[in-house]
């Protein structure tokens, strides 16, 4: 019997529903993010530099005296007269720029003063011209071009307000009353305000960088640096990049602003690679710093080995983020960082209406990042508290997490192909490891309530992972949970890919691009509610098909048998709890685990009551309803050890399998359908309706006056026949 065109639909559903997450994966974007000449890690052999105090080599003022004389003249009397004095000798003997000053140091250990004023580097300002306009060198997929150090000091200001190349052991420092009173402007012609380049030991302190098409203040392969008391903000990525860079130390530091994070350790030195809890040093450390109204307060593409402690990151789309999505990042992937007493909250700001409305495809200049405007560089969970896409051996302890409209802590593999990396034995080689203990979630430092809308969302993937015990609201639902000691975890899990669902939609939510102006649909980092969203349309497709195709089985197979009626409803309220368990508000709690269990009951049921008549396909029935119920244990009670994939997986696959068969069985007709082989007609017109005396031996039927009862129990037919 041929097949209705109804049917064939049905079919194509899952078969498509595995073939586009199938070519989701393939085509999944690689993803750029900060591209930079290739560099090396230092050889550590440096050190964390000091503050120095004594009086300053080179000083740089403006010669507008009365405009001097107003800045500071709100200034406490013992600065204010110091200040004074610096300018007398600035006006005899200094510089009017900064780049002036720093092309006159002539040895290590030197200091530069900038007095107060506002410095946009006139003489470094315009585009290049010459030879320096015409450079050749790759370009970024941004589009500014990735010069090498040659390149650089050969034509410092094609990209740089300030160039720093090269001097070792310098000091900058503003002498204001406070890091507003100094202020360097790049007017967003330049990519970097400031670039400190191969400059080992080199301080910054008290002063403004801001409105750059990239970076306020750059650090590229440093062994030694120290950001103190410095503010970046309005830049189209990042406010502070560190790169490369080894015995760090920012403290005391603002940013806001910005289009990716506002403080950015990127690559730095993997001084710990290989080890396991066991940490000798942190290659930098950021403490006392505040972090507000960016895309996210701070990132780390392969941000290895960084400790941050003492910090607050609020009002961001995302407060913190870890990640091994980029290529091209030394230290990859990311391992080792270390959050200590945070303050992590109130991250749910969406900037991507900015993108959205036009807004970002703007000239920078012409945005409005002064009045509040970010445009999101990547993709970015807003809502989110800490966020963590492929790390190892990272430590998240004693912060305080709340008031997030997602998640107060994310946690996601990234497969090693995004970031270039091809060998099979390296794709699940992220997300292992990571330590989730002692945080404050959900109430403040004043103990006041403020929940996160859940404390967890994890795709599942990876090993050694855990969490404490008092997370509220998480999905999954049962979650490892955190020894008192290093290492030790209660229900460790070790799976090589995360949940198909959460799987389809990271990669959804990946395809994101702000130049092309293109918003995911379907991911609700982007706006997409109730069955806009990715999880609900691939629940709502499942459910209906299964609903259809087990109503079909039953009414063709099942219909005179009442247990098998009660077991299908069950299953159809389960189906139904499966699209209402996708969807973000009930995601979180019970109610995906009910929907399998409900539905896991209804496959072992009919699978017992086919099995008889059908052994093969109702032994398959239930092994799938008891691989529903397994998953239902696995997120609701404790995560099955020693399985490299969860339930889910093995459970999908079946459940294409058994589509299809359970079709086939609904389809044919049994033995008691009149569409099926009939017997003879008599050829007597008297005999019309009677069958021969041995007939209930051959069809099934019962002689009663000559007249045929059909049978009509399917089982005592299908065995008959």
């Known amino acids: 019997m041929s097949r209705s065109p109804r049917i064939r639909r049905l079919l194509a559903v899952p078969a498509a529903l595995v073939a586009a997450l199938a070519l989701s994966l393939a085509a999944a974007p690689v993803a750029q993010a900060h591209e930079e000449r290739p560099v090396t890690f230092p050889d550590g052999s440096g050190s964390v530099p000091t503050l120095r105090t004594e009086e300053p080599d080179l000083l740089v003022c403006k010669t507008d005296r009365p405009a001097f004389e107003r800045r500071i003249a709100g200034f406490p009397a013992p600065l204010k007269a110091r200040n004074l004095a610096l300018y007398e000798r600035c006006a005899r003997s200094g510089y009017r720029h900064l780049q002036q000053a720093v092309d006159a140091v002539n040895r290590p250990g ?296 997602n998640a107060g802590f994310f946690l996601s593999a990234v497969p090693a192909f995004i970031r270039g990396e091809s060998a099979w034995g390296k794709q699940a080689d992220t997300s292992h490891h990571n330590r989730y203990a002692g945080n404050r979630l959900g109430v403040d430092r004043s103990g006041a309530s403020r929940p996160n809308r859940i404390d967890v969302w994890w795709d599942g993937q990876g090993g050694g992972n855990c969490w404490q015990g008092d997370t509220s609201g998480s999905t999954p639902l049962a979650l490892p949970e955190c020894g008192k000691r290093l290492g030790e975890v209660s229900g460790n899990s070790d799976r090589l890919v995360g949940e198909p669902a959460k799987l389809a939609h990271l990669l959804v939510c990946a395809d994101y691009n702000v130049q092309a102006r293109r918003l995911p649909a379907g991911c609700d980092w982007y706006g997409s509610r109730g069955i806009q969203r990715v999880e609900t349309q691939i629940a709502l497709g499942c459910a209906a098909v299964l609903a259809l195709v087990g109503l079909a089985l039953w009414r063709r197979r099942l219909r005179g048998d009442r247990v098998a009626a009660i077991a299908t409803l069950a299953g159809l309220a389960g189906l139904a709890l499966d699209v209402a368990g996708s969807t973000r508000d009930l995601a979180a709690g019970p109610v995906p685990a009910l929907a399998l269990l409900l539905t896991g009951a209804w496959w072992t049921v009919i699978g017992l009551r086919l099995r008889a008549d059908r052994p093969a396909f109702g032994w398959t029935t239930v092994a799938l309803g008891a691989l529903t119920l397994l998953d239902a244990f696995d997120k609701a009670v404790l995560m099955i050890p020693g399985t490299p994939v969860s339930p889910a997986w093995t459970r999908a696959v079946l459940a294409v399998v058994w589509v299809l068969w359970a079709l086939t069985a609904a389809t044919r007709p049994t033995a008691a359908d009149p569409t099926e082989a009939r017997e003879p007609k008599s050829t007597d017109p008297e005999s019309e309706g009677t069958e021969p005396a041995e007939a209930p031996a051959q069809g099934g039927a019962t002689a009663q006056g000559g007249v045929t009862q059909q049978g009509s129990r399917p089982d005592a037919d299908e065995a008959a026949s």
């Open 110 to 405: 030197m200091t530069i003063a900038v007095l107060p004023g506002l410095y946009e580097e006139e003489p470094s300002l315009p585009a290049p011209t010459g030879a320096c306009a015409s450079m050749k060198a790759p370009k970024s997929s941004l589009g500014y071009q990735i010069l090498s150090y040659e390149q650089q000091k050969q034509c410092p200001h094609n990209q740089n307000l300030v160039a720093i190349l090269g001097k070792k052991n310098l000091q900058i420092e503003g002498t204001g009353a406070s890091r507003l009173d100094v202020v360097f402007d790049a007017k967003y012609a330049k990519l970097n305000a400031i670039r400190a380049d191969g400059s080992d030991g080199i301080y910054f302190r008290n002063f403004t960088a801001q409105r750059t098409t990239f970076n306020s203040l750059y650090v590229l392969a440093a062994d030694g640096f120290v950001i103190d008391d410095v503010l970046t903000r309005w830049n189209d990525e990042y406010g502070f990049l560190t790169f490369a860079s080894d015995h760090g130390l920012y403290k005391n530091c603002e940013s806001y602003g910005n289009g990716d994070s506002g403080i950015y350790p990127g690559s730095a030195s993997d001084v710990n690679n290989g080890r396991g809890y066991d940490v000798p040093r942190y290659s930098i450390e950021i403490t006392g710093c505040r972090s507000h109204h960016n895309m996210v307060g701070y990132s780390g593409t392969a941000g290895d080995s960084v400790y941050v402690h003492d910090n607050e990151f609020d009002h961001n789309m995302g407060g913190a983020s870890m990640d091994s999505a980029f290529p091209g990042h030394p230290g990859l992937p990311q391992n080792h960082a270390r959050f200590e007493r945070n303050l992590i909250h109130d991250n749910n700001a969406n900037y991507y209406r900015y993108v959205a409305d036009g807004t970002c495809a703007k000239a920078p200049v012409e945005r409005g990042y002064e009045q509040g405007v970010v445009c999101p560089q990547i993709s970015m969970p807003p809502g989110t508290g800490i966020i963590t896409a492929g790390g190892n051996w990272n430590r998240y302890e004693n912060n305080w997490v709340y008031g997030h409209r």
